[in-house]
């Protein structure tokens, strides 16, 4: 099945925006994206974001 079904893998780099995220989370349907950033020739994971997390930032934004 690994050789017939392949997944791309879904990401944010660390300097794209917080909409930017939310954006791919509601387009891919998926509820976390890894972040990452370019180094040594590849991709780092320096973090992770969720729809949670953005839910959470919304809430604290609306409530000051």
């Known amino acids: 099945l690994g050789?017939?079904?392949k997944r791309?893998?879904?990401?944010?780099?660390e300097d794209e925006?917080?909409?930017d995220a939310l954006r791919k989370l509601i387009?891919?349907?998926i509820d976390c994206?890894?972040?990452v950033r370019d180094e040594d020739?590849?991709?780092v994971i320096?973090?992770?974001?969720?729809?949670?997390?953005?839910?959470?930032?919304l809430l604290e934004i609306l409530e000051g």
């Not at 320096?46 to 930032?57: A, D, E, M, N, P």
């Open 41 to 43: 020739g590849g991709k």
């Open 46 to 57: 320096v973090g992770k974001i969720s729809k949670t997390t953005l839910i959470k930032l």
């Open 8 to 13: 791309q893998v879904i990401y944010i780099y």
């Open 27 to 29: 387009l891919h349907e």
């Open 33 to 35: 994206l890894p972040v």
């Open 3 to 5: 050789d017939v079904y």
């Open 17 to 19: 925006l917080v909409s």
